[in-house]
């Protein structure tokens, strides 16, 4: 197929939220364009645990986890294909009064929602997850949550989309949204000009970015997590599972998915700053759990916005930077350390 210059919908990347728009968007009859600078699910979606929870989720995201369960339950005959799609329920455990306190007091949302989550006590969850080498106070339990394999799950909704007529564009990077008259018009990129009245920012971790583009700030931040793949194993558990310190889920070929539980990494950048407001009180929430870094990420961001902004040449006098730049230049004779925003901030 040609590719297209002109279309209904141009989605900017191609993780779940994009793959998943197209699929519906080209169902609905649109014509859809999907540019991916990489590949399908090559990002977050290529790397998330796979749990399909409703449970411990923040009150406002339950309407909308009930709903997507809904989908969920009849995704593989819908999309034809094969995502590991189980119901095998999750259980998170607690091994404090505290950790149980919290759960009971989710509960409350649970019911409002009619939710099946229910609390379970020490030795019902040994009954559900036998084998365990340590007691536990308690837990929480949802038999209709789920579990689905990301990268299948992604790559299908791909599929399902470009066999309803929908264009999927991986290895080509969307430059920017074109506007006129405060309406957007379509893309560039790096494989020429989409013409398009509808654009939707499906770009994961770069959509603050760029949004900014377009003077709209969206408040996003990254952070670091860790997850890992075992070899293969018996068959354990249809359970998802969380413990205070890591979850886990078995998929279907034996391996597990362990992840590091709630534990992220963040590293101070500008953003922190400009964002901090907004996500003071995920940040206190969080506790322990998150860890903060200020090094290196920082001054380097810094200089990145500051070259951005136009502003080295006022906050490093524009001869005293030349001269800087000239030295460490002689410095350094031969070597080309200096990075291009570097020279071009300094020669303002
Ligand atoms: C460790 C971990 C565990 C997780 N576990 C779960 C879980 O168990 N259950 C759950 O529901 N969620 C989980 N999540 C969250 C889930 O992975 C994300 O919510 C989801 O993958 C986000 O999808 P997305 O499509 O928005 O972003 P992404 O998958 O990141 O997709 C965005 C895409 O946009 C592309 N892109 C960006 N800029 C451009 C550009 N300029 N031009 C072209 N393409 C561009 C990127 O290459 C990328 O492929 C987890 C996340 C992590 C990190």
New binding site residues.
């Given amino acids: 197929m040609a590719a297209r210059q002109s279309t209904d919908v141009a989605i900017?990347?191609?993780?779940?939220?994009?793959c998943a728009s197209a699929y519906y968007l080209a169902k609905k009859g649109l014509s859809v364009t999907l540019?991916?600078?990489?590949e399908i699910?090559?990002?977050?979606?290529g790397?998330?645990?796979?749990?399909?929870?409703q449970q411990v989720r923040d009150p406002l995201e339950i309407p909308l986890m009930i709903a997507c369960l809904r989908l969920w339950r009849g995704l593989e005959a819908e999309l034809e294909a094969d995502i590991e799609w189980r119901q095998g329920g999750i259980l998170h455990l607690a091994d404090t009064d505290a950790g149980m306190a919290k759960y009971e007091a989710w509960l409350e949302h649970a019911r409002t929602y009619q939710l099946d989550s229910r609390k379970v006590t020490g030795r019902e969850a040994a009954e559900l997850l036998p084998g365990m080498a340590r007691d536990w106070v308690g837990g929480l339990y949802t038999p209709s949550d789920g579990q689905a394999d990301?990268v299948k799950t992604t790559s299908a909704f791909a599929k399902a989309a470009a066999r309803l007529g929908a264009e999927i564009r991986t290895g080509?990077?969307?430059q920017g949204i074109e506007t006129a008259g405060g309406a957007v018009t379509g893309l560039s990129t790096e494989a020429g000009e989409i013409e398009a009245g509808t654009v939707l920012i499906?770009?994961?971790?770069?959509t603050s970015a760029?949004l900014r583009r377009l003077g709209l700030d969206l408040p996003q931040l990254g952070v670091r997590?860790t997850?890992l793949r075992t070899s293969r194993a018996p068959e354990k558990t249809a359970l998802g599972v969380w413990f205070p310190e890591f979850g886990f889920r078995q998929r279907r070929d034996g391996s597990f998915n362990v992840?590091a539980g709630a534990s992220v990494d963040h590293d101070i950048g500008v953003d922190t700053l400009r964002h901090a407001r907004a996500f003071w009180s995920v940040a206190r929430d969080q506790g322990g759990s998150l860890d903060l870094h200020l090094g290196r990420y920082f001054f380097e961001d810094l200089w990145v916005h500051l070259d951005r902004a136009g502003a080295l040449g006022y906050v490093i006098k524009p001869r005293i930077a030349s001269d800087l730049l000239a030295a460490i230049k002689e410095a350094h004779a031969g070597r080309s350390f200096v990075s291009p925003s570097v020279s071009s901030g300094a020669a303002h």
Avoid at 35 to 38: I, N, S, T
Avoid at 41 to 45: D, I, L, P, V
């Fill in positions: 900017i990347g191609g993780g779940i939220a994009g540019l991916e600078k990489g699910a090559g990002e977050q979606s790397r998330n645990w796979g749990f399909v929870r990301p080509c990077i969307v499906a770009a994961g971790a770069w760029m997590s997850v992840g």
